[in-house]
C-alpha cells in the first residue's frame, strides 16, 4: 500500500507545480481506481482457476512499476494519470485477491473478525504511504518518494510467497478462462438477486465514494486551514499529519465491527453512514478553529467514515454461498472502487463549483457532494424495511 497515496499526500504540490484546476487534480487522484476498476474483476475472477498467490505477486510488480515509474516519467497530467492506472492495476491484484487468500484459510466464527482486521489493514497502509511520502519529499523531492514507495508491493510479495502456502484451484474451479471470467454477468445476477448482498454491495460504493473522496483531498484540507491560522498553524508536516488521522480512524472498523455483531449489521451500518455523511461538513464549518479542534474534528469524522468498512465487508463474504464468493468480491470491489473513482474528482468538482479552494463553503459543498450517499442511506434502509426487503 505505500504507493496509495503518495499522490494524495503530495496533491497540492503538484497541483501548483503543474497549474492543475482541482477537477484535474481529482482526475488524477481518480484514476488510480480507474486502473482498479478496470482489471479488478478480471484478478478477482482470476483466483477461481490459478494459486491466488500468482495473482498477487503479479499485481505487486505492476503497482511497484506505476510508483517508479510515476517518479521517474511523470511531466504533468496526462503522465500522472498513466501512471496511477498502473498502481491501481496492480493493488488490484492485491488486495481482493489477498481477501480471497484469507478467506479461503479461516473460516467459522473467526471469519468475520479476520476479515475486518484485513480491511482495517488497508487504513494502516495508507497512513504508512502518506507518513511516507511527508517523510521523502521534503528531503530528496517528490520523485524520490514515488520511486521509494515501489519498495513496499515488492516487499509484500515476498512475505505472501514466503508465509502463505500453495493452494491451487480445485478442478470445479479452474474451468477455462473465457470473456464471462472477466465480466461473469451470470454469476453477478445471482449475488445481486440476493438482497443482502445487493444491500452490502451499493452501501459499499457510498461508503468508497466519500471515504476515498475524503482521503485524496484530506491534506489538501490541511493546507487549507493552515492557510487561515497565521499565528497556530499545526505543528507538524501535513502528510505525517493525514498519517496519524489514518492511523488513529483503523481501529474503528474493527470496533465497528463489534459493535454491528452485538447490534446487528443494518442498524451499525445506518448510523455510522449517518454519521460520517454529516461528519465531513462539519469539519469543513470547523476550518477556521484552532489546529487541535480541526484535528479532533478530522480524526472523530474519519474514524466515522472508517466504521462501517469491515461491517460491510463482512457483511457481504457471509451473505453469498461458497461457490458465488469469487464473482461477489470482485463485483462488491468493482462497485466499491468505481464509488472511489469518482469520489476524488467529485469532490475537485465541488469546489471549483463552488468557489474554489479559498473558499470555506466550497469545502462544506465538497464534503457534502462525497457524503451525499451516506446520508441517504438511513432513507433506503427505512424504505426496503417497509418493503419486507432485507439488506
Not at 480445485?170 to 438477486?193: G, K, N, Q
Not at 476515498?212 to 484530506?218: E, I, L, N, Q
Not at 493552515?226 to 493525514?242: K, T
Amino acid at each position: 500500500m505505500l504507493g496509495f497515496s503518495t499522490y494524495a499526500a503530495l496533491l497540492p504540490e503538484l497541483r501548483d507545480a503543474w497549474s492543475l484546476s482541482n477537477v484535474q487534480a481529482g482526475i488524477v487522484g481518480g484514476s488510480f481506481f480507474g486502473g482498479y476498476v478496470a482489471t479488478v474483476s478480471y484478478w478477482t475472477a482470476l483466483t477461481d482457476r490459478v494459486d491466488a498467490r500468482r495473482v498477487y505477486v503479479a499485481g505487486s510488480l505492476l503497482a511497484a512499476a506505476g510508483s517508479a515509474g510515476f517518479g521517474v516519467g511523470a511531466q504533468g497530467l496526462a503522465g500522472a494519470m498513466l501512471y496511477q492506472v498502473l498502481i491501481g492495476a496492480g493493488i488490484a491484484a492485491m488486495y481482493m485477491p489477498g481477501l480471497r487468500l484469507l478467506s479461503d484459510r479461516i473460516s467459522g466464527p473467526t471469519q468475520s473478525r479476520s476479515i475486518a482486521f484485513y480491511t482495517s489493514f488497508f487504513g494502516i497502509g495508507t497512513a504508512l504511504s502518506l507518513a511516507l511520502a511527508g517523510f521523502v519529499a521534503p528531503a530528496a523531492g517528490w520523485r524520490a518518494a514515488f520511486v521509494v514507495s515501489a519498495l513496499g508491493p515488492l516487499a509484500a510479495a515476498a512475505l505472501v510467497l514466503v508465509f502463505l502456502d500453495a493452494r491451487p484451484p480445485s478442478a470445479a474451479r479452474a474451468a477455462p478462462f473465457s470473456l464471462a471470467t472477466l465480466f461473469p454477468l451470470a454469476a453477478w445476477r445471482r449475488v445481486l438477486a440476493l438482497p443482502a448482498a445487493a444491500g452490502y454491495t451499493m452501501g459499499y460504493v457510498a461508503h468508497c465514494l466519500e471515504l476515498f473522496g475524503s482521503r485524496a483531498w484530506m491534506v489538501a484540507f490541511l493546507a487549507y486551514s493552515s492557510s487561515l491560522h497565521a499565528q497556530a498553524s499545526f505543528p507538524w508536516q501535513l502528510p505525517a499529519l493525514a498519517a496519524v488521522v489514518n492511523l488513529c480512524a483503523v481501529p474503528a472498523s474493527i470496533l465497528g465491527n463489534e459493535v454491528a455483531l452485538h447490534v446487528g449489521r443494518r442498524r451499525w451500518i445506518t448510523v455510522a453512514m449517518a454519521g460520517s455523511g454529516s461528519g465531513g461538513m462539519l469539519l469543513a464549518l470547523g476550518a477556521p478553529l484552532h489546529w487541535a479542534l480541526v484535528l479532533a474534528l478530522l480524526i472523530v469524522y474519519s474514524m466515522l467514515v472508517m466504521a462501517e468498512s469491515g461491517t460491510l465487508t463482512a457483511g457481504l463474504v457471509g451473505a453469498v454461498p461458497p461457490e458465488l464468493r469469487g464473482a461477489a468480491m470482485g463485483l462488491y470491489s468493482l462497485g466499491g472502487f468505481a464509488g472511489g473513482l469518482l469520489g476524488p474528482v467529485v469532490f475537485g468538482a465541488a469546489l471549483d463549483a463552488a468557489g474554489g479552494s479559498a473558499s470555506r463553503a466550497a469545502w462544506i459543498v465538497a464534503y457534502g457532494a462525497i457524503g451525499i450517499g451516506c446520508l441517504a442511506a438511513p432513507v433506503v434502509v427505512k424504505l426496503a424495511s417497509r418493503s419486507g426487503t432485507p439488506s
